[in-house]
């Protein structure tokens, strides 16, 4: 779809929103949810609270929408706000840290089956890891390597400046790496990840 | 070593699917939510109708139930409201409407109205489409769609119902069990089944592994502790790649052993131990049952879950899913149990072995988003359980 043209539907569909249409806040909800939802998961990584997160992003959406502007894409509008919500939950889950015995794992054999054990319990370590991570650092190191989003984009939903985004990247990657160095699951990982990205 | 480029680890994360029925609810609240909103948009006429009419109906339920009392009839749990009308009425877009344990959603250009008699709450549909769901209603008035001459009589399920200008009316059920009435002729539709013009016809659902030829060992005399990861012998099968699988292949399968594209799930624990805690005497009756006759035994625990409240009730209803599941092959009976039993217990139905139950039932055939998303559910909640290595390999061969 042209920009003009899907700048143009976000704004009408807000309008209906707005004028009590309760099919335009259904498609809204319905158009955004998956994308909002694969966001906040990559933010957060396997939660059993997502789905009260997700309604919480959805209520502060529809509380909001008097104030969307069209400044910038509805998409963008709702994923700062989606931001905003994981900041919170990451705050406030901050007093209780995962913790994690690293020295008694082995990285497992080669093989299908576990490589596919491998690629999972890889995620838990890399989730495992990133909670010790300031949340700042985390949801921009996230929405970056995880969901794929360009440096200037994250830095437009988490409302800092480029340079302050890039620093959090780098700052997270560089705590990764320190783990990864005391972790060989998770460093095995990482290094798929990468040679398969390449 | 870290990935350098946006979204290197991008497709080394899946994101786990969230279950449908899940997101339907999150939505459900998210839009009342919306309509609660300080300022947000004024809700149509017949909605601010509706505002003053549920106050209305519970002061006149009171005034009723006293003066029942007055006379020493037992009270009704449903107050009569006879020539109280909510006109329905939406030309464009779809509406919701909340009544009496009952959501109601409005499809475009639909015309209906809203009723409570003696009969109990009764939607008639002029033309259009309405989409209902209903909780069960044990204790609430009954729930009725009438389109033209034909009734649709609701005891806990989700359907809709839709009426053409020229009259033609069509009734499809999602869930649970109704009844359509046209004139004299009665017919009882289930989850997936469709009505039109007298005729029923099956939507295409998963399909039906038949488990009436060989129970296996009664799992109640067994250890309750769970089995982690190793099969039990004659524990349900899972076409890991082999979407459909006809009801015969079943003995085909027992002769021949399992094919190697097939993934055997452990059982969930069986509830029998359980009534031994709760020393009931009649769920004790009801489990001894289950060997002769497990239809019965169903149907009992079913009746038991009806009149009983608490932890006996969701037993009772956990182990009707279990009988139907394992006992009689009735997969779409077992899932209708382990619905009810969610919906009634929904603290106790996130219990371990009630989400494995859950899990085996829906990916007992196609490895669909369904049975994903409840592998993942279990997963979410119990990353470390008995079943995980189990509900771990489903998303694995699913992926």
């Avoid at chain 1, 249409?21 to 957060?44: G, N, T, V």
């Amino acid at each position: 779809m042209a920009p003009h043209a899907a700048y143009l539907e976000d704004v009408l569909l807000v309008d209906r929103c707005l004028g009590g249409e309760e099919a335009a806040a259904r498609e809204l909800f319905r158009r955004q949810q998956p994308r909002i939802h694969a966001a906040l998961y990559r933010i957060l990584g396997s939660n059993r609270d997502m789905d009260d997160l997700l309604q919480d992003t959805f209520i502060q959406v529809f509380r909001s929408l008097g104030g969307y502007r069209g400044e910038a894409r509805l998409s963008t509008w709702i994923d700062r706000i989606a931001v905003r919500v994981a900041y919170r939950y990451l705050s406030q889950k901050r007093a209780a840290p995962l913790t994690v015995e690293w020295s008694e794992v082995h990285a497992p054999a080669e093989g299908g089956g576990d490589r596919r054990a491998l690629a999972r319990e890889g995620v838990r370590r890399l989730y495992a890891a990133l909670a010790d991570l300031p949340a700042a650092g985390r949801i921009a190191f996230t929405l970056h390597a995880v969901d794929g989003r360009p440096v200037a984009e994250v830095a437009t939903i988490v409302e800092a400046s480029v340079t302050a985004t890039k620093l959090r990247i780098w700052r997270a990657r560089r705590a990764l790496d320190r783990k990864a160095a005391r972790d060989p699951v998770l460093a095995l990982f990482l290094e798929r990840a990468t040679e398969e990205s390449r | 070593m870290s990935p350098r480029d946006p979204g290197g680890l991008r497709d080394h994360v899946p994101v786990e699917p969230l279950e449908t029925e899940l997101v339907d609810r999150i939505e459900r609240r998210v839009l009342i939510a919306y309509e609660g909103v300080e300022g947000a948009p004024a809700r149509p006429g017949w909605l601010a109708a509706a505002r003053w009419l549920m106050p209305a109906v519970a002061v006149a339920g009171v005034a009723l139930a006293i003066a029942l009392n007055l006379r020493g009839a037992a009270a009704p749990e449903r107050p009569p409201m006879a020539g109280d009308v909510v006109e329905l009425r939406h030309a464009d877009g779809t509406s919701t409407y909340e009544l009496d344990g009952a959501v109601i959603r409005l499809g475009d250009g639909t015309d209906a109205r809203v009723r409570r008699d003696q009969r109990g709450v009764i939607v008639e549909l002029d033309v259009g489409r309405v989409d209902c769901e209903v909780e069960p209603r044990p204790a609430r008035a009954p729930f009725l769609v009438r389109a033209g001459q034909v009734e649709v009589v609701v005891v806990g399920t989700a359907f809709g119902v839709e009426r053409d200008a020229g009259g033609a009316v069509r009734v499809d059920v999602t869930r649970g069990v109704v009844r359509v009435r046209d004139g004299t002729a009665e017919r009882e539709l289930l989850a997936g089944q469709r009505w039109s013009d007298g005729q029923v016809e099956t939507a295409s659902v998963g399909r039906i592994v038949p488990r009436t030829a060989d129970p296996g060992p009664d799992p109640r005399a067994a250890a309750v502790a769970p089995q982690a990861s190793s099969a039990v012998p004659d524990a349900p099968v899972l076409a890991a790649r082999s979407p459909v699988r006809p009801p015969d292949a079943t003995a085909r399968r027992a002769a021949a052993g399992a094919a190697e594209d097939e993934v055997a799930l452990p059982r969930p624990s069986s509830p029998g131990t359980a009534f031994a805690d709760l020393r009931d005497a009649e769920l004790a009756a009801i489990l001894a049952l289950e060997a002769s006759d497990p239809l019965e035994a169903a149907r009992r625990y079913r009746a038991y879950s009806r009149t009983h409240d608490g932890t006996p009730a969701a037993r009772a209803l956990y182990s009707e899913t279990y009988v139907r599941y394992y006992r009689l092959g009735d997969r779409p009976g077992a899932l209708r149990a382990m619905q009810l039993y969610e919906r009634r217990f929904p603290t106790d139905s996130r219990s371990e072995s009630a989400l494995w139950l859950r899990v085996t039932i829906l990916c007992d055939g196609e490895l669909d988003r369904a049975c994903r998303a409840s592998a993942h559910t279990y997963v979410r909640q119990f990353p470390t359980g008995a079943w995980a290595d189990a509900a771990n390999r489903i998303i694995d061969e699913s992926m």
